[in-house]
Every structure is written in C-alpha cells, then in structure tokens.
T-cell receptor
Framework: EAGVTQFPSHSVIEKGQTVTLRCDPISGHDNLYWYRRVMGKEIKFLLHFVKESKQDESGMPNNRFLAERTGGTYSTLKVQPAELEDSGVYFC???????????FGQGTRLTVV | AQSVTQLDSQVPVFEEAPVELRCNYSSSVSVYLFWYVQYPNQGLQLLLKYLSGSTLVESINGFEAEFNKSQTSFHLRKPSVHISDTAEYFCAVSDVGLYGNKLVFGAGTILRVKS
C-alpha cells in the first residue's frame, strides 16, 4: 500500500510568485492534514480536511494560503503571492476516519528567495 | 490549549548506551500521545503511540514510552542505542476527537549516537 506522497519534494521560487503543493493521502483515509515547519521552529498545524470539507483551518497563517481537497482525495496547498517567511518544510499527513495515528509524507521543502 | 515540552534539544550518547528523551505535555482533556522520528533527509515516521490501554508502549526497533498521567509525561527510552538511531525525535499530543486528531508537536530532540 502506498504511503502519503507529496509533490514536489523541493521548490525554490521568488518572492511574489505562486506555488502549489500537492498531497496524495493513503487510500481510504478521510482525514488529511497540512503542517509546516519553519527553520528552527516547531512543526505547526495548518489545517484539517475530513473528506472534502475543511474541519479546522485555524492554523492557516493568512489569506495568501489556499487549501483544497476536491472529491475528498488529493489535496493542494497554494501560496499566492509567496513571501520570504513562507519558507519551510510543508508536511501532509492522513489518518483513518476514526482518528488514531496520522501518517506523514516526505514533506515539500519550500524556499522563497 | 495543548502544549508539548521536549526538555532537551540535543542528546549526544555513545553507541550501546541507554537513552531517555523527555516529553511533558499540557492538556485539559483526554489525550493521545505519539513519538515521531525523522531520519536525515527523510520524512516523519510514526515511532509509537499511546491511544488507550496499557500505559507502556513499544516500537519494533526497541524504543518504549510510558504514559504517566499524574506527571503528564511520555518519555521515550531505549536501553541500548545504535548509530542508526541518529535522528530527530518529536513528541506530539492530540485530543481524543471525533473527527481525527490535530497534532501539537514539541520542538524536537536531536539524538546523536557516537561510536
């Protein structure tokens, strides 16, 4: 069974550009989460989908970030326009409907220059 | 609000020595507890979890952690470490939610195993 996959693994963009990160959760997992780790800081929660609905988006930094999960399968996280402070590693995770442990992807390292 | 404190940012230890990585949490509700590990140039992997039942949980590679409710701790231990255990370890807590579990992470502890 495939794990959580994220694309791309690395992205370097200029300030002001747009970047879209993609996450494919484990098949059958209703819960999908996005987290971010800025260098030297803790891993922070961004948002949580249950199927295609946003259950909790309390961690989204501002309205430059837009997450979608069309059809309740894969998810995208778009940053538009990117700022220097958006640099970090973005992790996606998924878990079964009943909760329990979440399984993480490899992360996308985003560098804004 | 929940919080997690990992008391040591780095723990150097010699191979075959025992190690303890400390984790304390704060929460006003029932919790699930997790340890995740990130090996160099890899993603986060679930190491072990406490959801309910026995307070002592074990991983397949020799780590164990004990949920201590009175001390609000979930320390990670291994009696004899290997070079391959060098990694960053994250303690995390979530509430017992109906719709999945948002994780709150500690700052991480880098375990450096020396030969």
């Amino acid at each position: 069974e495939a794990g959580v996959t994220q694309f791309p693994s690395h992205s370097v963009i200029e300030k002001g550009q747009t970047v879209t990160l993609r996450c494919d959760p484990i098949s059958g997992h209703d819960n999908l989460y996005w987290y971010r780790r800025v260098m030297g800081k803790e891993i922070k929660f961004l948002l949580h989908f249950v199927k295609e609905s946003k259950q909790d988006e309390s961690g989204m930094p501002n309205n430059r970030f837009l997450a979608e999960r069309t059809g309740g399968t894969y998810s995208t996280l778009k940053v538009q326009p990117a700022e220097l402070e958006d640099s970090g590693v973005y992790f996606c995770a998924s878990s079964q409907a009943t909760g329990g442990a979440a399984f993480f992807g490899q992360g996308t390292r985003l560098t804004v220059v | 609000a929940q919080s997690v404190t990992q008391l040591d940012s780095q723990v150097p230890v010699f191979e075959e020595a025992p190690v303890e990585l400390r984790c304390n949490y704060s929460s006003s509700v029932s919790v699930y507890l997790f340890w995740y590990v990130q090996y160099p140039n890899q993603g986060l992997q679930l190491l072990l979890k406490y959801l309910s039942g026995s307070t002592l949980v074990e991983s397949i590679n020799g780590f164990e952690a004990e949920f201590n409710k009175s001390q609000t701790s979930f320390h990670l231990r291994k009696p004899s470490v290997h070079i391959s255990d060098t990694a960053e370890y994250f303690c995390a807590v979530s509430d017992v939610g109906l719709y999945g579990n948002k994780l709150v992470f500690g700052a991480g502890t880098i375990l450096r195993v020396k030969s």
